[in-house]
C-alpha cells in the first residue's frame, strides 16, 4: 500500500520521483519566497523558559492556556511549544549552521523544521518525514509515510540523492519578480514542463540513492506514537524509533554530521547510548526545560560523527537495506 500519498495545497509543488518499486509524491514547498525572518524565532527563548512552570493543571487546555511555551508558541507564530525544546538544545550545542542539509523525523506539525528552517540562515535543505499528513513549514519539503518501513527511507534516500530537490527555488524562476505564484499557476507550470522537458516528475534517483548518499549535516529526530500509557510498551516503540534513525543517521551523515533524537527513558537506552558513543564525539543526555518534567522523554544529543563508522558496526545485518 502506498504510504506516501499525493497532497497538494496552495503554494506546493507535487514532485514525483521514480522508486524502484513505485511511483511516490513528495511534497516539495516551492515558495521559499518568505522565509521566516530570525525575528519569528525567539533569540531570547531562555526568558521565556525562565518563565516557565512545571504546574500541573487537571484539564489540558487549561495546562495548555497557563503554559508559557504555548503561549509564546502561538505569539510566535510556531507550529508547536516543542520548538522551545530544539532551541534549547541548539543554544548550549550549536547544532546548526547556514546552508544545511538537515532531515526532520517526526516533524509533524512542524516546529522542529521551522527552528531547522531559520537557524539553517533561509537556504538550507530541509527535509521533514511523518506518518501523519501535514502541509510543509514553509522553505522545507516534507514527505509522508512510516519511517520504521524500508521503503519510505529509500523515498528518503532517493530524495536527498538528487541534489537539485528541496533546494532553495529562484523566484524569478517562477513567476515575475515580486509576485506571488498561486497553486494553479504551478500546477500548470507542472504540467508543461513534463511535456517539454525531463520535469520533476520524471526524476529517476542517482544510482548512490540506494546506497544512501551522504550529504546530511544534521539528523533530528522527535518521532514518537502517542503514548499508551504501559511504559513498557512506550519505552520498546521509543527505542525502535531511535534504533532506526540511528541506523539512517549513519549511513546518510556527512562525517562530523550531528544526531539528535528523543527517547523514552527506560531499561534499553543505556544500550541505545553505548551505540550513540561509538558512532559520535560527544553525547549528552538532555531534559530541555521545556519538556514537562512529568513526561519520562528525554534527548540524546550526539556531535560530530566519527569517521569510517557504518551502521553495519553497530546492528550488523539488522538494517541491512
Ligand atoms: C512529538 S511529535 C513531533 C513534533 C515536532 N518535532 C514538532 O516540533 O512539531 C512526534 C511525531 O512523530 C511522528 N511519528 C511517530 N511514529 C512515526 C513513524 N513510525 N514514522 C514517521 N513519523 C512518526 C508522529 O506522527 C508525530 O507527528
Known amino acids: 500500500m502506498a504510504e506516501c500519498r499525493a497532497r497538494a495545497t496552495s503554494t506546493l509543488q507535487r514532485v514525483r520521483i521514480t522508486a524502484p518499486s513505485r511511483n511516490i509524491v513528495i511534497m516539495e514547498y516551492i515558495s521559499r519566497l518568505r522565509p521566516l525572518s530570525s525575528g519569528s524565532i525567539p533569540s531570547d527563548f531562555h526568558e521565556v523558559i525562565r518563565f516557565a512552570s512545571s ?7 487549561t495546562r495548555q492556556r497557563r503554559d508559557p511555551y504555548s503561549r ?28 544545511q542539509t538537515v532531515v526532520d523525523l517526526g516533524f509533524a506539525p ?35 509515510g512510516n519511517f520504521l518501513h524500508v521503503e519510505t527511507q529509500r523515498e528518503v534516500k532517493a530524495f536527498l540523492a538528487e541534489d537539485s530537490l528541496g533546494r ?3 523566484r524569478d524562476a517562477l513567476g515575475a519578480a515580486g509576485e506571488e505564484v498561486g497553486y494553479i499557476d504551478l500546477e500548470r507550470q507542472s504540467e508543461l514542463s513534463a511535456s517539454s522537458h525531463q520535469g520533476v516528475d520524471d526524476i529517476k534517483p542517482s544510482a548512490n540513492a540506494s546506497a544512501g548518499a551522504r550529504v546530511v549535516d544534521v539528523v533530528l529526530s522527535d518521532m514518537m ?19 532506526s534513525a540511528l541506523a539512517f543517521a549513519l549511513d546518510t551523515l556527512k562525517r562530523g554530521g550531528h544526531f539528535i533524537c528523543k ?10 547510548e553505548r551505540r550513540l558513543r561509538k558512532a559520535f564525539e560527544v553525547v549528552k ?8 518534567s512529568q513526561s519520562r522523554e ?24
Not at 543526555?285 to 514537562?292: H, W
Request: aromatic share 8%; charged share 25%.
Open 110 to 144: 512542524g516546529s522542529w523544521t521551522q527552528v531547522a528552517v531559520d537557524r539553517t540562515g533561509g537556504n538550507g535543505r530541509i527535509l521533514g518525514i511523518d506518518i501523519l499528513p501535514c502541509i510543509p513549514p514553509k522553505g522545507a519539503s516534507t514527505i509522508q
Open 72 to 99: 509564546e508558541a502561538t505569539l510566535r507564530n510556531l507550529k508547536s511549544r516543542a520548538a522551545f525544546k530544539l532551541l534549547e538544545i541548539d543554544h548550549n550545542h550549536h547544532i546548526f549552521q547556514r546552508g
Open 55 to 61: 504546574g500541573s493543571s487537571k484539564r489540558w487546555t
Open 298 to 321: 528525554q534527548y540524546f544529543v550526539s556531535k560530530t560523527l566519527k569517521e569510517g563508522v557504518t551502521k553495519q558496526d553497530l546492528y550488523g545485518d539488522l538494517y541491512d537495506h
Open 285 to 292: 543526555r538532555e531534559k530541555p526545560r521545556a519538556s514537562r
Open 168 to 170: 532553495p527555488v529562484d
Open 225 to 243: 506514537a502517542n503514548t499508551s500509557g504501559n511504559s513498557f510498551r512506550d519505552h520498546a516503540l521509543s527505542m525502535d524509533l531511535c534504533n
Open 263 to 272: 527517547f523514552y527513558s527506560g531499561a534499553e537506552d543505556v544500550d541505545l
